[in-house]
């Protein structure tokens, strides 16, 4: 008898406790851990940067106001003097390359170990909470391991370890580690349109000697892209059905991320005949994965072209709040979100929806 399953089974985006990147940083007072993550995230400025801390004011009334404090860098602290709620900071922290813990207070998936003597008894009470450490720092050189930490961990000698006036060397190493946590890169081609104007199947149309679907996934699977087509329905491994029914591009969008919200998704329509392998090639080169999407815009066009556009994960979160908004337009959640954007003459952007622009179009390409 199949066990029965309460709830659809969908792909989670990878998560730590309360962010998709989080490190914990503990062993030291708390003006300590602050003042670390102050310097570490200056150096990471390039970054969207945040530090998940508890409130430290001595008898708390019930905070009535929740306190957001936003840095010139765009970077984020929240202070809480609440209870937690992982799902609620993994909405917060969504848009966040990184979150800093004060590990004090909080656990986090991954630590920093700062050694201080003064604080032994501190790293005994929450020895089981070091299952993940990165690195180790001092607060001098003098410093030696704990007898309990090396009795647990055996090989902890063996990590890396920095003193703490070594800004640049701890940088690197927290820049490597939100390095490693990149989404890769598949590819979307949208072919569910109606083509209401056109009178016949976009996506079928030939300008190069082949179906225009099938050119636009050639365009790029060439640059190493596993590539999906998005169509209304279908059971083809190599095809997401839209999930989001009637929503246009902005349904088939949302339906990748539900099938993988992990992925960065390289968005591309079919009645763009003019984009070639040069403009695929420069928007991943100009790929900037700390912002929602890196889209493509034509020198002398208002706004941003939607469906030549690399989605990251953080996209998939701000896309279903508009959605719950009443709002389907992907133009509109990228117009109003942080987006690299990379400008292109316009001719290379044209939209081909009807039989006289179809005729010009190939007579164009023909003519090259």
């Known amino acids: ?20 990147n989080e490190i914990a940083i503990l062993g030291a007072k708390c003006d300590i851990i602050s003042d670390l993550v102050s310097k570490v995230s200056q150096n990471l400025n390039n ?15 019930k905070n009535k106001l929740s306190e957001f404090v936003f840095h010139h860098e765009g970077n984020l602290q929240i202070t809480t003097t609440g209870a937690i709620n992982k799902y609620q ?29 003064a604080k032994e008894a501190s790293v005994l009470k929450r020895l089981d909470q070091l299952d993940n450490i990165q690195f180790i720092i001092k607060l001098d050189s003098e410093t030696e391991f704990f007898d309990f930490l090396v009795e647990k961990y055996p090989n902890i000698k063996n990590k890396h370890c920095y003193t703490i006036g070594e800004i640049d060397k701890i940088t690197n190493h927290v820049h490597n580690l939100i390095q ?19 009178g016949t199947d976009k996506a079928e149309l030939n300008y190069f000697g082949k179906p225009q679907k099938q050119r636009t996934k050639e365009l790029l699977e060439l640059n190493n892209l596993e590539t999906f087509y998005s169509v209304q329905e279908s059971s083809n491994e190599n095809e997401i059905s839209d999930k989001f029914v009637n929503l246009g591009p902005f349904g088939g969008i949302c339906s990748a991320f539900q099938k993988d919200p992990n992925l960065a998704w390289f968005v591309l329509a079919t009645d763009l005949p003019f984009v070639n392998e040069e403009i695929i090639q420069l928007l991943l080169k100009h ?22 556009t690399i989605y990251e994960p953080k996209a998939y979160p701000i896309l279903l709040q508009y959605l719950a908004q009443g709002y389907s337009c992907p133009r509109k959640m990228l117009i109003n979100s942080d987006v690299e954007i990379v400008e292109i003459d316009d001719d290379f952007i044209r939209n081909i929806n009807t039989p006289e622009e179809f005729k010009a179009a190939k007579e164009e390409i023909n003519d090259k």
């Open 180 to 198: 490693e946590k990149i989404a890769s890169i598949k590819g979307l081609v949208l072919v569910g349109g109606k083509s209401t104007r056109m």
């Open 1 to 20: 008898m199949a066990k029965h399953q309460k709830h659809t089974n969908l792909v989670r985006r990878n998560n730590d406790n309360f962010a998709p």
């Open 287 to 308: 790929r900037n994965p700390s912002k929602v999407a890196t889209a493509i815009k034509g020198k002398n066009k208002e706004f941003v072209e939607p469906l030549i």
């Open 89 to 117: 900071q993994r909405i917060d922290f969504a848009q966040f390359d990184y979150v800093f813990i004060n590990g004090n207070h909080y656990q986090g998936a991954k630590q920093i170990l700062i050694l201080d003597k």
């Open 47 to 61: 970054y969207k940067l945040a530090y998940f801390d508890a409130s430290h004011a001595k008898d708390v009334i």
